[in-house]
């Protein structure tokens, strides 16, 4: 699929000028290539309710901090709900490059929990594969960081998992089907009922949390003699 602009390629622009450590530079100059290649189309504007769809205060951070406002980030963790997950995203990769990496751990896992929820609540599929680029990239220290201590990542996800059950979401959701490709062909978002959005939220991080004991499980697994 292809990432469409919008959004997700704001958050890209944003990260490739933050302040990082030489090997988070290469990942974002890999990335910046890639979603070069994947967007070389004619520029598409969202239309019917898919332009309904308002990032503006997220699209806005991200400016806010490209342009070397570092209080930008200081607000942002003041009000965490206010911000779609990609934003999330973007401060946690900075707070792992400025060594803040328990930090940067608990909010990378944020946004990725936020992020699964909101596609799971989308009727395109392809809306997953946006979420899962968005880990890779935003994930290729933080991952193997967090994987290196499996107690330390549990204790991590369980205060992510907690946080965000005591936490009401303002932003808009449907920022993800920004990224699938119904943006290019429909004029009407596939998306679930907002009265199921807490059912799909609760879902998911119990979703989360399985998935995240399994993964635990075979990191201590023994290794086969």
Same mark, same amino acid.
């Given at each position: 699929?292809?990432?469409? +602009?919008?959004?997700?390629?704001?958050?890209?622009?944003?990260?490739?000028?933050?302040? @990082? !450590?030489?090997?988070?530079?290469?990942?974002? =100059?890999?990335?910046?290539?890639? /979603?070069?290649?994947? @967007?070389?189309? +004619?520029?598409? @504007? +969202? %239309?019917?309710?898919?332009?309904?769809?308002?990032?503006? %205060? !997220?699209?806005?951070?991200?400016?806010?901090?490209?342009?070397?406002?570092?209080?930008?980030?200081?607000?942002?963790? #003041?009000? +965490?709900?206010?911000?779609? *997950? *990609?934003?999330?995203?973007?401060?946690?990769?900075?707070?792992?490059?400025?060594?803040? #990496?328990?930090? =940067? /751990?608990f909010w990378f896992y944020a946004a990725q929990l936020r992020a699964r929820s909101d596609a799971n609540k989308s009727g395109d599929n392809t809306t997953h594969a946006a979420v899962s680029q968005l880990n890779k990239r935003f994930g290729v220290n933080i991952a193997p960081y967090s994987m290196s201590n499996p107690d330390r990542l549990k204790a991590i996800v369980s205060q992510v998992l907690e946080w965000d059950s005591e936490q009401t979401r303002n932003y808009d959701p449907r920022w993800v089907a920004l990224q699938g490709q119904d943006v290019t062909t429909q004029t009407k978002v596939n998306f679930a009922p907002q009265q199921k959005w807490p059912e799909i939220d609760a879902l998911t991080r119990s979703q989360f949390r399985q998935g995240l004991e399994q993964a635990l499980a075979k990191i201590k697994q023994p290794t086969a003699q």
């Open positions: 699929m292809k990432l469409y +602009p919008f959004l997700l390629c704001g958050l890209l622009a944003a990260c490739s000028t933050a302040p @990082t !450590s030489e090997q988070a530079n290469k990942a974002t =100059a890999n990335t910046k290539v890639e /979603t070069t290649q994947d @967007t070389a189309t +004619p520029d598409m @504007t +969202p %239309k019917g309710e898919f332009a309904q769809i308002d990032v503006t %205060k !997220s699209q806005q951070a991200m400016d806010e901090i490209t342009n070397g406002n570092g209080e930008m980030i200081n607000d942002i963790l #003041q009000q +965490p709900n206010e911000y779609a *997950p *990609p934003v999330l995203y973007l401060i946690s990769a900075i707070m792992f490059d400025n060594d803040y #990496q328990d930090q =940067a /751990t």
